[in-house]
Every structure is written in C-alpha cells, then in structure tokens.
C-alpha cells in the first residue's frame, strides 16, 4: 500500500517521541502525538461516512488538533478544503456548496450559522474549537490511535485551496499529491532546512503560506515548529531566541521593525527569514538588514502552483525580486495577448509549469481553459519581467494594470516613486473610471507617523520622473491600506471606493 505525501511526510514519524509542534505556553505534541492523533480522526472521518477523494470543508481557529485534521485526511486519502477563519457565512455557504464537501467541520461559535448551509447541501456538520475540543473530539475518544493509511497515487487529489479572491471570486484550485510533495521536497533542499531547523510558525494555516510551505517542510525536513495561534509581535519576540528560521507575510516585517526589542541580539542566531504572499519593499529589506545584519529571502508562489520562484539561500537576494524559478520549475513571460514568448527584459504574463502546477479549478472548466494551457503552463494572472542576471520582477496583477487612453500602465512604477518621497510610508496606485481617458492614475498615500504631506509639492515633484498620461490625477492619504490576513493589498476594494472620482 502506498500513498506518497502520507508515507513521506508523516509515516518517517510515526511513533517518533521527538517534539514536532510547541505551544507558546511550553505544551508540546510529539511527533507520536500528533499522528495518533491525526490516526483517531482519520477513523472518525471514515465512521462518518466520507469516502477516499470526498471533501471535507474545514473552517477552525488554527490549533494542534486543526493541523492534525490535515494529516487525517491524507491519510484517509480525503480531499482537505481549509477555509479562512475571517468568511461569514454566506462565504462559506458557497465554498460548501460549490465543493460538495461532505462534512463541514467548524469552531462552535459557528455552529449555528452554518448548521442550515451544512443540511442544504447534505454535508454534515462536526466542531472543532480552538482548544481542540467540540463535537469531533468526542467521537475521536474512542478511536484506535493507529489507522491503515488509504491508498493514493500521486494524480490524486489532496486539497482544495481556494485563492485569496483578490481579484474576483475565489476560485477552488485541485491541488494533487504529486503538486505537494514536488514543491515540499525543491524548497527543503533550496532553503537548506534540517532537523535542527525550528520554525516560527505566526501564519494562517488555511493558506498555502502556512499549510504547505511551512508544515510540509517542517515534516519532510524533520523541523521542529514552535506553532502560534497568530502573529502576536510579543510572542514572536519572546520565542525567537529559540528558533533558527521564520517564514511571515510582509506585514510581519514591518511589524517587528516597528518593535525597538527586536535587536540585532534578538536575531542573531536566526539562520534564515523568508517572506511572500505579498510584494515586501525594498524600504522593509534595507531596514531589516540595516538592523538585524540578515537578508529577507522573498520568493513567489500562489495557490495554484505553490512556489513558484525564489531568491538564492546562497548568491545574492536582490530586493524587489523574487529571484529565481525552483528546480523543475519552468516560467516565461509572454505576450498578454498572443501568449507568444518576450525578449528577455520586457514586460509581460508570468507563466510557470512544473510538476507544482495544480490540476485546474474545481467545476470551472472555461476558466481552467482561460488559464492552463494544453502544454501545461499556468497564466499566472501577474505581470514580470525577468532581468539581464535572470531574477523575476513582480510588477504587478495584470487585472491591476491601467490602461489610459489606451496606454499601459504599471502601478508599480508609479507606486515605487511615491514610497521614496519624504513622510510616505507606503503607496497604493489604481485606476478608476475616467470619462475622456478610460481610466486615469489615483494614487493613495500613507503617511509616516507624524509626518504631513504636502499634496501639491508632491504631485509636482513625481510628475517629472512620469510620461504625462502616468501623471497621478489625484492624490489622497488614508490611515492604512486594506489589507486581507496575508497581507495583500485589496486593490478592488480601493477602485471601487473612488470609482466616482471622476465620473
Ligand atoms: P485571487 O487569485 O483569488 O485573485 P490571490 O491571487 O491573491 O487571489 P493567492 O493565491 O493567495 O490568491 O495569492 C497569489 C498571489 O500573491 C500571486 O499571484 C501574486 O500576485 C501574489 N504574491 C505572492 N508572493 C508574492 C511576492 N513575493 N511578491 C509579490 N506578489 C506576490
Ligand atoms: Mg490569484
């Protein structure tokens, strides 16, 4: 019997008494712990009825227990569709429906709200709160702590992940085993992680950041996590003297640099930070390395492909890169319009095919079509261009370009001189509606603290680096930019908050 994430991953630890998760609060789970775990709830899955390649949707606050509900369901070959803790209900009813999931697993405040969206679909309903307890942990009492691992190939499927929807719908992207182990195995050999690696794990664990990247190298490479409900920059501090290496979404960055505790000291036996999800600035790479002496390793990745590309552990980490493709990993950037390749240098989709591209969305046929190609390149949906030393330049969301009176633009050109000015802590460009142009460039601002911008001086002092049809028609400042938990900036949201700028 085989089933390759299962046998890889988890079955190299079983009856391990080596820690695999601690708690901030010093609790541990061993590795046996963990896998009896993920053995009794395997069982109960199987006791309620779902079937080898079912779904099952899971919406709970990220605990010990909720990862080990990943593991069961490898194990039991059941497909895992983690849901983001922050979907109301109504979100979540689509997910359920749109999966066919057969059991919707959720913390017990949600009970309530999600038990009608479970019946209407036939899928039944189990909690799971944040201490682990709730309906699910009574049947799994009684369980046997070993279960038989339920054969799977590599083609078959594991999870369901759906993207973000950071520019539209989320779409439930078919992720197989094969996808999973490729991407685990190239980064643990690209970011040289060991067993005497620890990680600090601050993400989300219904994301591919946190579920994948980082549990599944922790797994393969025998790493040891130091697992944290939440990104909590007191905790982060208090535990990092004990780790060797963290992986966090931009925000975390700048989140420590705004915290005078984090030293030089502090960090000085870190071996590695990594950081994605989210484009980090250059601004928060020269800080970081100004005060900690380490460079952040950016890599690109997405829900339907993992990892994508990534700086070098050794060579040079370039700022405002994401360096370069992962062994087996293919990317070319080509014509929007005729899919033809592009010079090197130039602007265009960002492709990428590789054993770590997904199997195509689920029940979406036309977009799959739209978007993974007969020969297995996946159009990313992100624009780049890759350098003259062969470094890929994210510069940005092809549904985020603005096209006026018929010109491209990049917002990230005109966002990169906006952060250099004086008192701007960061930018966001978009484009809204505009009765003579199409669309036209609103930029918005926000301060650094304290500082007061002056909106004219400022205008006047970027439009000399700018072809006139880039020039900003207005600029505005707000506190923050909406940002989801991964810390992506909701460019939607924005356009549609000053679509009547101008008409
Ligand atoms: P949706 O596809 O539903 O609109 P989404 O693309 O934001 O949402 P995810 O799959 O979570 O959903 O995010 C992948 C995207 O995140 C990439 O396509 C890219 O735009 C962005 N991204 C990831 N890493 C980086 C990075 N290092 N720099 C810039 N952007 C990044
Ligand atoms: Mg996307």
């Known amino acids: 019997m085989t089933n390759p994430l299962y046998d890889t991953l988890f079955k190299q630890h079983q009856g391990k008494t080596t820690v695999f998760l601690e708690l901030a609060d010093g609790t541990v789970f061993t590795h046996r712990d963990f896998l009896e775990l993920a053995a009794?709830?395997?069982?109960?899955?199987?006791?309620?009825?779902?079937?080898?390649?079912?779904?099952?949707?899971?919406?709970?606050?990220?605990?010990?227990q909720a990862l080990a509900i990943y593991a069961a369901c490898v194990q039991a070959g059941i497909v895992f569709l983690p849901l983001n803790t922050a979907y109301t209900a109504d979100e979540v009813s689509y997910f359920v429906e749109n999966s066919g999931a057969r059991v919707v697993l959720c913390d017990g405040k949600r009970s309530e709200a999600l038990a009608p969206i479970a019946k209407?679909?036939?899928?039944l309903l189990e909690t799971m709160h944040s201490d682990g307890s709730g309906s699910f942990?009574?049947?799994?009492?009684?369980?046997?702590?070993?279960?038989?691992?339920?054969?799977?190939?590599?083609?078959d499927l594991a999870a369901f992940l759906y993207t973000s929807g950071t520019t539209g719908r989320s779409k439930g992207a078919m992720l197989s085993?094969?996808?999973?182990?490729?991407?685990?195995?190239?980064?643990?050999?690209?970011?040289?992680?060991?067993?005497?690696?620890v990680l600090l794990h601050a993400l989300p664990i219904f994301h591919t950041h946190g579920l994948f990247v980082a549990t599944n190298i922790a797994l393969l490479a025998d790493s040891k996590i130091i697992f944290m409900p939440k990104f909590d920059v007191d905790v982060i501090i208090a535990q990092m003297p004990r780790a060797t290496t963290m992986m966090g979404v931009p925000t975390f960055y700048t989140r420590l640099l705004d915290d005078k505790r984090f030293t030089k000291e502090l960090a000085q036996h870190m071996r590695l930070f990594i950081s994605g999800s989210a484009p980090l600035l250059a601004e928060t790479h020269v800080q970081f390395e100004k005060r900690t002496g380490h460079r952040i390793l950016e890599r690109y990745g997405m829900t339907e492909t993992n990892m994508n590309t990534s700086n070098p552990y050794t060579g040079e980490r370039r700022a405002g890169t994401v360096g370069f493709p992962l062994p087996g990993v293919?990317?070319?950037?080509?014509?929007?319009?005729?899919?033809?390749?592009?010079?090197?240098?130039?602007?265009?989709?960002?492709?990428?095919?590789?054993?770590?591209?997904?199997?195509?969305?689920?029940?979406?046929?036309?977009?799959?079509?739209?978007?993974?190609r007969e020969d297995?390149?996946?159009?990313?949906g992100d624009l780049g261009q890759i350098d003259e030393d062969g470094y890929l330049h994210i510069v940005g969301r092809n549904k985020d370009l603005i096209i006026s009176g018929g010109y491209n633009i990049y917002p990230k050109e005109?966002?990169?001189?906006?952060?250099?000015?004086?008192?701007?802590?960061?930018?966001a460009v978009v484009g809204v509606p505009h009765p003579d142009f199409g669309e036209t460039v609103v930029g918005i601002l926000v301060a650094e603290a304290d500082a007061q911008l002056d909106l004219d001086a400022i205008q006047k002092n970027i439009v000399t680096s700018l072809a006139r049809f880039k020039h900003p028609q207005k600029l505005i400042v707000v506190p923050e930019l909406p940002r989801n938990t991964m810390g992506k900036v909701q460019k939607?949201?924005?356009?549609?908050?000053?679509?009547g700028l101008f008409t």
């Open 414 to 427: 005109i966002e990169l001189l906006l952060d250099e000015v004086d008192g701007v802590l960061e930018s």
């Open 492 to 499: 939607k949201a924005l356009r549609e908050q000053y679509k």
């Open 120 to 123: 209407a679909s036939g899928a």
């Open 330 to 372: 293919e990317v070319k950037i080509t014509d929007s319009k005729t899919g033809a390749t592009l010079p090197q240098g130039e602007i265009g989709e960002i492709e990428v095919r590789g054993p770590n591209v997904f199997k195509g969305y689920w029940q979406m046929p036309e977009k799959t079509a739209e978007e993974l």
């Open 376 to 380: 297995g390149f996946f159009i990313t």
């Open 177 to 197: 085993q094969g996808n999973l182990l490729s991407n685990c195995k190239a980064l643990v050999t690209e970011w040289a992680f060991t067993s005497d690696d």
């Open 137 to 155: 942990a009574v049947r799994a009492e009684a369980m046997a702590s070993a279960f038989s691992t339920v054969e799977r190939s590599e083609d």
């Open 40 to 64: 009794k709830y395997a069982h109960v899955f199987t006791q309620l009825g779902v079937k080898p390649g079912e779904r099952v949707a899971v919406q709970i606050e990220k605990s010990p």
